[in-house]
């Protein structure tokens, strides 16, 4: 499956952003999607994941703040992003697979292009 991002920006802390990701094809049985994010300088970081069987997980940076969702309906994986801090400035990266492992290891096989996202006044 093809993966495209949308979404990032600008935007001040404090603020908001929902990143949007669309898949080519239905995403009803892929196994696990997931929201990467790669900052300047930093290792890519996994920020969320979604299963199958809506089942999420939220890297410690982000917990609270950040949802993860995915609509079957529409073939898209959605992460709203509120409390956004400088240090969530990065670009973020959409992926999916079959095998949930696969995303925790940073090898799934698809993936988005990236969106910006920066956070700053």
């Known amino acids: 499956v093809q993966l495209q991002a949308s979404g990032g920006g600008l935007v001040q802390p404090g603020g908001s952003l929902r990143l949007s990701c669309a898949a080519s094809?239905?995403?009803?049985?892929?196994?696990?999607l997931g929201w990467y994010r790669q900052a300047p300088g930093k290792q890519r970081e996994l920020v969320a994941t979604i299963t199958i069987g809506g089942n999420t997980n939220y890297a410690d940076s982000v917990k609270g703040r950040f949802t993860i969702s995915r609509d079957n309906t529409k073939n898209t994986v959605n992460l709203q992003m509120n409390s956004l801090k400088p240090e969530d400035t990065a670009v973020y990266y959409c992926?999916?697979?079959?095998?949930?492992?696969?995303?925790?290891?940073?090898?799934?096989?698809?993936w988005g292009q990236g969106t910006q996202v920066t956070v700053s006044s």
């Open positions: 094809g239905s995403i009803f049985r892929i196994g696990a």
């Open positions: 992926a999916a697979d079959a095998s949930y492992m696969k995303i925790v290891l940073g090898a799934p096989s698809s």
